[in-house]
């Protein structure tokens, strides 16, 4: 598995297409919340498999939130989503950021966990789905 750093304008087609797959088709985001228009100024990370293929996606705003991490269903479990969040807290770190927050949903919390996020505040429910605010501390 390789994960590197992606450009919107010219890996923006093949990570809309995982994230396609994952939030509107899987998880039936509406599309008019998946695409909010920040894509081209975020860092972005992309995963591929062995054989090229590209497997999984996510994002880091000028914030310092993460989002948009997907990956596909079939390459679940396997350290696609550890690589990418990686990726991503690096970036983070080259930007001079102290700390870095995401929106987790509520079923995913443990995975983040063990990447050092710690929940905090109430679950709210974001695009029809339960969710909790994390951060990590750099």
């Known amino acids: 598995m390789l994960v590197r750093e992606a450009l919107w304008r ?17 998880q039936r985001v509406p599309e008019s919340l998946e695409w909010d228009g920040l894509d081209p100024q975020c860092q972005h990370a992309i995963a591929f498999n ?3 293929e590209a497997i999984g996606t996510g994002r880091l705003l000028p914030d310092g939130h993460i989002g948009r991490v997907a990956v596909l269903v079939d390459w ?3 350290g696609a989503g550890v690589a990418i969040m990686r990726q991503l807290m690096a970036s983070a770190r080259t930007r001079g950021l102290s700390s870095i927050k995401l929106n987790a949903q509520s079923q995913v919390l443990g995975f983040y ?3 050092g996020f710690v929940a905090f505040g109430d679950e709210f429910m974001e695009a029809g789905i339960p969710h909790r605010a994390m951060r990590l501390e750099l």
């Open 10 to 26: 010219l890996d923006g087609p093949t990570m809309a297409m995982i994230r396609r797959r994952v939030f509107v088709d899987e």
């Open 50 to 52: 062995d054989e090229g």
């Open 76 to 78: 679940r479990g396997r």
């Open 113 to 115: 966990e063990a990447l």
